[in-house]
């Protein structure tokens, strides 16, 4: 069993900064990368971003240079800072896990937290 524990969502003005964080426990042996994602009301989920073991990052087009992915490897954590939020970061955000391909595991996936941007 993998458990996520994410925190860190609310309401917040546009403009204005969240900081999430999710961290995991159990057996997430073979990870080898962690981010989030992120679901607004009738869409599809999409990647915010995301950290390897290494330390390399992504990041969706629509999130540069506003929100940094960081990571706490010794406690298996993973952090969002997101900055400038605007209307349209609405969403549900969700902590995901990924592991080695030829372990042949599905990524593991937070309950969610939700983020609530008023203009």
């Known amino acids: 069993q993998v458990q996520l524990a994410e925190s860190g969502g609310g309401l917040v003005q546009a403009g204005g900064s969240l900081r999430l964080s999710c961290a995991a426990s159990?057996?997430?042996?073979?990870?080898?990368?962690m981010g989030w994602y992120r679901q607004a009301p009738g869409k599809q989920r999409e990647l915010v971003a995301v950290?390897?073991?290494?330390?390399?990052?992504n990041y969706a087009d629509a999130v540069k240079g506003r929100f940094t992915i960081s990571r706490d490897n010794a406690q298996n954590t993973v952090f969002l800072q997101m900055n400038s939020l605007k209307p349209e970061d609405t969403a549900v955000y969700y902590c995901?896990?990924?592991?080695?391909?030829?372990?042949?595991?599905?990524?593991?996936w937070g309950q969610g937290t939700q983020v609530l941007v008023s203009s």
């Open positions: 995901n896990i990924e592991y080695f391909r030829f372990l042949g595991k599905g990524p593991s």
């Open positions: 950290i390897t073991n290494g330390g390399s990052t």
């Open positions: 159990g057996s997430i042996s073979g990870l080898s990368a």
